[in-house]
């Protein structure tokens, strides 16, 4: 079965400076693939970066980088130069198989 | 915009009455998901339905249903309902099944009170 974990509930940084937010996984498929999605407090869910699992490079969108670990089963976001709008509740996610299972999420505080 | 539409946006009934939440995918989209967002939790997966048939399915309990229809909108059906059914039920859709790739869009949300 698949299992994501995130450690982190909560995590403040001061605006402009970078944060990581922690994600590991348990998995026996070969072929998964690794997601990071933000929920702001308005509730919806917004998809940041994507990391397959035989992806040689780390996955980058813009201020956000996946720090994918393969043999430690980590994938933690980077995300670089922290902005007020960057609050919200960070969920890492894991899809192999048919469906796709999400983290319990960090909640990530932007200080100015 | 994610293009997937979720309906009604917020519901508020009483303890054991059935509700009905409804979702339109992405043009395209073959798939579809169902999660339940209980107040400040992660998401619990409920069920896949892919091309109008189920494909997985995780903590969905027996007073629930679902369905997609031939024109691939989807249903979820939650009946003698609880307090602790009061959570935010997402649906997103994906292009693909069964592959690892292809990231879910989500609607906004459907938000259930029950009193």
């Known amino acids: 079965a698949q299992k994501i974990t995130q450690t982190q509930p909560g995590m403040f940084v001061q605006e402009k400076e970078a944060v990581t937010l922690d994600c590991t996984y348990d998995t026996s498929d070969p072929s998964y693939g690794l997601f990071w999605y933000k929920q702001p407090s308005s509730g919806e869910m917004i998809f940041l970066i994507y990391q397959g699992s035989y992806d040689q490079q780390n996955a980058t969108e813009g201020r956000y980088s996946l720090n994918f670990q393969k043999a430690r089963k980590s994938a933690n976001l980077v995300i670089s130069a922290s902005q007020l709008g960057d609050s919200a509740m960070y969920f890492c996610?894991?899809?192999?198989?048919?469906?796709?299972?999400f983290g319990a999420g960090t909640r990530l505080t932007v200080k100015p | 915009d994610s293009g997937v539409t979720q309906t009604p946006k917020h519901l508020i009934t009483a303890t054991g009455q059935r509700v009905t939440l409804r979702c339109s995918p992405r043009?395209?989209?073959?798939?579809v998901y169902w999660y339940q967002q209980s107040l400040d939790q992660g998401l619990q997966f409920l069920i896949q339905y892919y091309n109008g048939e189920e494909r997985a399915k995780g903590n969905i309990l027996e007073r629930f249903s679902a369905q997609q229809f031939p024109d691939l909108h989807s249903e979820l059906n939650l009946s003698s309902l609880e307090l602790g059914d009061s959570a935010l039920y997402f649906c997103?859709?994906?292009?693909?099944?069964?592959?690892?790739?292809?990231?879910?869009?989500f609607g906004e949300g459907s938000r259930l009170t029950v009193l």
């Open positions: 996610a894991m899809k192999g198989g048919n469906d796709m299972r």
């Open positions: 997103a859709s994906s292009v693909t099944g069964a592959s690892n790739t292809g990231e879910l869009f």
């Open positions: 043009s395209g989209d073959l798939s």
